[in-house]
């Protein structure tokens, strides 16, 4: 993974309300999102103990909990969401 992840890469959880399911991949540097694999895909995943999980399985023991409205996810609004947090899986 080490590969993969270096410091300029955060490995998030991303939970958009009223939604069934948890993205999981990591910001960059230039604040995209993407998936922790080698070709980029983000993870979709059925609950947050599924999405703490797969990123424990990448031996990532530290991660962004990031919860965005419906709004946030249409407009695509570049500010920092008001429901984040740090979390240790």
Excluded: W
């Excluded at 694999?37 to 993870?43: K, L, M, Q, Y």
């Excluded at 570049?78 to 740090?86: H, L, P």
């Amino acid at each position: 993974m080490s590969n993969i992840l270096n410091t300029e890469m955060m490995p998030t959880i991303m939970a958009i309300a009223e939604s069934s399911h948890y993205l999981v991949g990591a910001v960059d540097s230039s604040n995209n999102f993407i998936g922790l694999n080698e070709v980029r895909d983000v993870e979709v995943l059925n609950s947050l103990a599924d999405a703490k999980q797969y990123l424990r399985s990448h031996n990532i023991v530290t991660a962004t909990l990031e919860f965005q409205s419906a709004y946030d996810e249409m407009c695509g609004t570049d500010t920092v969401g008001s429901c984040r947090q740090i979390i240790n899986l």
